[in-house]
Structure formats: structure tokens, C-alpha cells
């Protein structure tokens, strides 16, 4: 008898909690299947809080993964060229940057964003080169989340711009969303937690946009630098 009333009130003890987990947990996926990408993207917000000199640097691709090739020309390889010079810039000027890698070494998407969230930066940019069947696509564009976040929005237009400044072969302007569906979203500005841009500096496929990276490449950084730096102040009032 003893045992069986003890289960009872076990029963009845558990009953709400488990009514309470269950609401809240249909709750979450309610708000996710109705405001789908901008709940996500609010959702990875929570609780974090960035450190205002720390930004985060991705050179895109690396190691087994080449990313666009023209001849014996890898993206990962200019990708990583001008990320350094960037990384070194901001350093210079009083910045904490964290890079998703510094070599050519292999780094999953998941790690990416795992760096830059666990170093609580404040700003991701992903640097790349742009590739295309048609040898003639040239410029630069840049590639924000699909709910067209206003810091992440801002950070684009603001290295856009710069760049645009430095002398570039076309501006092709700011896009949201992904390539292949603008519902979808690129893994970095999925998963980080902080305001991210993908930058495409130029088209490695196009002869032309790779003389004027090649001869541009610390102007470019300065711009990139410039961009970064433009949008910290502004987010954080100054
Ligand atoms: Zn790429």
C-alpha cells in the first residue's frame, strides 16, 4: 500500500512538470514553424553578449577544400592572402582578432562559428572569391542572412562601400539569403550569434578581377579593415 502511494504522489508531482516542459517545448516550435528564419535568427541571440574589440575573421575554405579554382589559383589561397592583412590591420589599430584559421588547414562550417561565438566577437566576416561559368561575371557583392538583420546589413554596406572607394570592377551590391534560394541561408550566417557578412572579392574566374585583387590586395584589406571598424562604432554609439 505504502509503495503504491508513494508512486501516486510521485505521479502527481511530475504530471505538471512534464505538462510545463511539454507547452514550452511546443511553444518553441510553434514560434520557429511560423516566424521561421527571423525566430532562428533571434533565438541564436539569446544570451549572448559580444565583446566590443573582438571580431572574428574567416578565411573561406582551406586544406582539402580549394573553394574556386582557375588554373593553379585557389580561392582558399587568396581568401586566407587577404585575410591576414586584415587580421594585421586591425590588430594594429587595438582590435582582438580571432581567426578561423591562419594556414592551410581544413576547418568545418560548425567550427567557424563555434570560434567566433565561443570568442564572443562582436562582428564575422567571411571572406571569399566569386566564381562563374561565364568568364566575363566580374565584382564584388556581399551575402547577409535572408532576414536582412540591420548591423549585419550595415556591416555589408559599410565594407561594400569602402571597397567600392578602393576601386573595384563593378559593385554587384548586397544580397540576402543564398544563392540557390533566397529562403535559404549560408551556414555562417546561419550559425553565428553575432551580426556576420560573407564577402565576395572579386570573380577568381574573371583574368581582369584577379590582376586588379592581386595589385589591390592591401588596399582591399584597408577597406575591409575600414568597413569593420566603421560598423563597430556605429553599433556601439560612438
Ligand atoms: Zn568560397
Given at each position: 500500500m505504502k509503495n503504491s502511494r508513494e508512486r501516486n504522489n510521485r505521479k502527481t508531482f511530475l504530471f505538471p512538470i512534464i505538462a510545463l516542459f511539454s507547452l514550452t517545448f511546443s511553444a518553441v516550435l510553434a514560434l520557429i514553424m511560423v516566424g521561421g528564419d527571423e525566430t532562428v535568427y533571434y533565438l541564436k541571440q539569446l544570451n549572448f553578449v559580444p565583446d566590443e574589440k573582438t571580431v572574428c575573421i574567416d578565411p573561406g575554405h582551406g586544406g582539402e577544400s580549394s573553394g574556386a579554382v582557375l588554373g593553379s589559383r585557389y580561392e582558399k589561397d587568396d581568401n586566407l592572402r587577404l585575410s591576414l592583412l586584415v587580421r594585421d590591420i586591425l590588430t594594429d589599430r587595438g582590435y582582438t582578432v580571432v581567426m578561423t584559421?591562419?594556414?592551410?588547414s581544413d576547418v568545418s562550417l560548425s567550427e567557424r562559428c563555434r570560434i567566433a561565438n565561443k570568442a564572443r566577437a562582436s562582428l564575422f566576416v567571411s571572406i571569399h572569391r566569386n566564381s562563374s561559368s561565364s568568364s566575363s561575371a566580374t565584382g564584388m557583392e556581399m551575402w547577409v542572412h535572408s532576414t536582412k538583420p540591420t548591423d549585419d546589413a550595415l556591416l555589408a554596406q559599410n565594407i561594400l562601400d569602402c571597397l567600392d572607394v578602393a576601386g573595384i570592377s563593378q559593385n554587384r551590391g548586397i544580397h540576402s539569403?543564398?544563392?540557390?534560394?533566397?529562403d535559404k541561408n549560408y551556414y555562417i550566417n546561419r550559425n553565428t550569434k553575432m551580426p556576420s557578412v560573407l564577402a565576395?572579392?572579386?570573380?577568381?574566374?574573371n583574368t581582369d578581377d584577379n590582376k586588379v585583387f592581386d595589385e589591390s590586395l592591401e588596399k582591399y584589406a584597408k577597406a575591409i579593415a575600414d568597413g569593420i571598424e566603421m560598423t563597430l562604432k556605429e553599433m556601439n554609439g560612438a
Open positions: 584559421r591562419d594556414k592551410d539569403g543564398y544563392r540557390e534560394g533566397a565576395e572579392i572579386g570573380f577568381i574566374s
